[in-house]
């Protein structure tokens, strides 16, 4: 029978001598041996831990020297071998995020990988999902789970694994929207607040310190754009990046955008006059003055820079801590949206400006539509036509709708008044009701 061959391991190599003078020419060391070879670890006899940490860095990388095999089945196939191909398939795809986004991809999949990749693809059930979402946030582990479904499945769709049945990643429930959004008075006090943010010296005022946190807002609440597209736009026309046409007062908010057509995801938008007044000079200002970095419309040392932490500090001050909590940068666009409904505008078209469905504006903010429920409102209140009804009673004959309508209609002033007379309207400030 042919022998088994150990995985790689660990062996102490002893002191070594010159045999002519006797002198130390080794000390004593851990080394890696693997089959017939052997590999240092650099890490004397004393050092264990850095020898360990040394043979599973080796494995590692041995490991993902090795090509994944097709058509093997689920229960062949380590999860960590699919997200490791993965990876590699969609390099230039990953290489193109933002290091924003590159970097919470890559602490996503690293805790995916810590749990999971150690175990078989056939491992995935109830139980083992249960297990990872333990003590976290059901918005944070399936966004996860969602990355780790489309990492297996891909690798299934590749060849790389033959699944025997259904994968239950046993997703959380998605968490309903939180529609919070900004009244006329915060939003004023927000952005007048940021312009007025100075950098002060024994006392003195010295400079703004807020004005990009103030264009970023204004452009962000006045599009409805997605925070990273805003940043990251330039005055000037890069390849890479959001481009505001100061000259025609367009905003192309997808990179690249130039000279392709729009599409349905971050198309091009119309700025309003007021906004492309403001941004038309501040550039020109920023062009006068040498300002490095100055086609930017966010900027922080001649670069692009996320206001995340500025926005953050700004809120703070300007709403106070409990409002605050309410209020992120996709606030901006939710207010956007209602602002538009508010204002008159069809769903369709508020749609299109904010490039997402009708039925997404639907959903999230139909509550806002004017006169979305005015129909079925308004069918309790009409009484069936042709149908004699006494004025104070409810006869038995009435069914369903009708007898709500003559209910309601029969019911004496004195009653229906008996709350005061006038009452105040109602004030809706960040989607609640402020009576």
């Known amino acids: 029978m042919p022998r088994h061959l150990k995985e790689p391991h660990l062996i102490k190599r002893s002191a070594r001598y010159d045999k002519r003078t006797g002198k130390l020419t080794h000390h004593a060391a851990w080394i890696i041996k693997d089959g017939d070879s052997q590999s240092v670890t650099g890490c004397g006899i004393d050092d264990l831990e850095g020898a360990k940490r040394a043979l599973h860095e080796y494995n590692v990388k041995k490991y993902a020297q090795t090509p994944l095999k097709p058509g093997l089945a689920d229960d062949e196939v380590l999860i960590g071998d699919l997200i490791r191909y993965y990876l590699e398939a969609n390099a230039d795809w990953i290489e193109k995020k933002s290091r924003a986004r590159k970097r919470e991809y890559v602490n996503q999949v690293a805790r995916l990988n810590d749990f999971w990749g150690g175990k078989l693809v056939s491992e995935i059930d109830t139980l083992t999902s249960k297990k990872y979402q333990k003590d976290r946030t059901p918005n944070t582990v399936l966004k996860e789970l969602e990355i780790l479904r489309s990492m297996v499945y891909f690798g299934s769709d590749e060849g790389k694994v033959t699944l025997s049945r259904k994968l239950n990643f046993a997703m959380p429930e998605k968490p309903e929207p939180r529609v919070h959004y900004l009244s006329d008075d915060e939003v004023w006090a927000l952005i007048k607040g940021a312009f007025n943010r100075f950098h002060t010296f024994a006392g003195k005022k010295t ?229």
């Open 207 to 435: 400079h703004r310190v807020g004005t990009h946190i103030g264009l970023f807002t204004m452009v962000a609440l006045t599009t409805g754009t997605r925070s990273e597209r805003v940043w990251n736009a330039s005055f000037e026309y890069e390849p890479d990046k959001p481009w505001i046409d100061l000259d025609s007062g367009i905003y192309y908010r997808k990179p690249g955008e130039k000279f392709v057509p729009s599409n349905k995801r971050a198309q091009p938008c119309q700025l309003p006059p007021r906004v492309l007044r403001v941004l038309r000079r501040v550039y020109r200002e920023a062009k006068r003055k040498g300002v490095e970095g100055a086609q930017y419309l966010v900027r922080w040392n001649g670069r692009p820079a996320d206001p995340r932490k500025g926005f953050y500090t700004l809120k703070h001050a300007i709403l106070g801590k409990e409002r605050a909590k309410q209020i992120n940068r996709h606030t901006l666009k939710h207010t956007c949206a209602t602002f538009l409904l508010k204002n008159g505008l069809t769903v369709d078209e508020v749609a299109d400006y904010l490039t997402t469905t009708p039925a997404v504006i639907r959903r999230v903010y139909g509550h806002l539509i004017p006169g979305q429920h005015s129909k079925a409102g308004s069918a309790f209140d009409k009484p069936k036509v042709g149908q004699k009804r006494s004025k104070h009673a409810v006869t038995k004959s009435t069914r369903g709708s009708a007898a709500v309508a003559v209910a309601v209609s029969n019911v004496p002033d004195d009653e229906t008044d008996s709350a005061p007379k006038t009452r105040p309207a109602l004030r809706i400030v960040g989607g609640k009701d402020h009576s």
